[in-house]
Nanobody, 125 residues
Framework: VQLQASGGGLVQAGGSLRLSCVAS????????MAWFRQAPGKEREFVAA????????YYTDSVKGRFTISRDNAKNTVYLQMNSLKPEDTAVYYC???????????????????WGQGTQVTVSS
């Protein structure tokens, strides 16, 4: 499985961005998916996850009420709608796939098996 993330950019505080992650292969619909982010000098951190069916979602506390994760299995795509962006949201955002999906949610980097290349999100104050 290959993941291709896009949609990042420069936005002012309070603005919005929508990230997309397109997966290759026919097994996308079996995988739970997640978004992580990594700011300069910091470890990669969990942002949001969605179950293989899309029926369950989970968010880190700092983005609850502002970010929405969704997926379209027919398009092999997972999205992250980011609203009310803050300067502290600035980071490289990565999508990830869990090919086992034995339990949900998973919030640890090592629990995901496939990663996209990352897309830069910069929020100016």
């Amino acid at each position: 499985v290959q993941l291709q993330a896009s949609g990042g950019g420069l936005v002012q505080a309070g603005g919005s961005l929508r990230l997309s992650c397109v997966a290759s292969g026919r097994t996308f619909s079996r995988y739970a998916m997640a978004w992580f982010r990594q700011a300069p000098g910091k470890e990669r951190e969990f942002v949001a996850a969605i179950s293989w069916s899309g029926g369950s979602t989970y968010y880190t506390d700092s983005v609850k009420g502002r970010f929405t994760i969704s997926r379209d299995n027919a398009k092999n795509t997972v999205y992250l709608q980011m609203n009310s962006l803050k300067p502290e949201d600035t980071a490289v955002y990565y999508c990830a796939a869990d090919r086992i999906s034995d339990y949900f949610p998973k919030m640890i980097v090592n629990e995901y098996h496939y990663w996209g290349q990352g897309t830069q999100v910069t929020v100016s104050s």
